[in-house]
């Protein structure tokens, strides 16, 4: 059941407690994919709970002024998640970094196992497959995506884009193929 702002800012001057409550249950999967948005390709779970959290706090102190201006709580506590998730990005990535002079004794202490060359390649070739993948037009390219990128099954892409289970099997079998015929033109092997 939804809850209006109207009914939470009547609440809160009641039970600010019960209030707080209900701000969480109504906004906390809103705020949730905001963070986890912002911040899955770089943070810990534990990390983006205690995002979420932060949010939470910042809206809880912020919300005696919001009463005021009669602003909507959905769009106050979005705009609260986006800039908490960015300064937690911003944090995470520059803890991430390491900067050296190539000057230090310990510069071959912290070389990469990485094979630069390959990466580029590899990157290049993931690039060309999903150029191609969109070539392939909907729905298939967005069960192909669906089904290897978010390892989502039949049932739940069949269900997203209104087919049937079977059906959207069958367009997968027929889409690889094509996408394989497309990339060995261009004399591509995966």
Do not use: W
């Not at 099997?169 to 497309?182: D, G, H, N, V, W």
């Amino acid at each position: 059941m939804q809850v209006t702002d109207k009914e939470l800012r009547a609440r809160m001057k009641k039970s600010p407690a019960e209030a707080r409550r209900a701000l969480f249950d109504e906004y906390c999967n809103y705020v949730y994919a905001i963070v986890i948005n912002k911040l899955r390709n770089c943070c810990s779970r534990e990390d983006v709970e205690e995002c979420v959290s932060d949010v939470f706090l910042d809206f809880f102190k912020g919300f005696d002024n919001l009463g005021k201006h009669n602003e909507e709580l959905k769009g106050f506590i979005g705009v609260i998640a986006k800039r908490r998730a960015i300064d937690m990005y911003r944090r995470m990535c520059k803890g991430m970094g390491r900067t050296v002079s190539i000057d230090d004794d310990d510069l071959e202490e912290i070389a990469s196992s990485e094979n630069v060359e390959h990466e580029a390649e590899k990157t290049e070739r993931n690039e060309l497959l999903l150029e191609k993948v969109h070539e392939l037009g909907e729905p298939d390219s967005t069960i192909i995506i669906q089904q290897y990128y978010y390892n989502r099954t039949t049932l739940e892409i069949g269900k997203a884009i209104s087919m049937t289970a079977a059906a959207v099997q069958k367009r997968s079998i027929r889409a690889r193929k094509r996408l394989r015929s497309m990339l060995t033109e261009i004399g591509v092997s995966i």
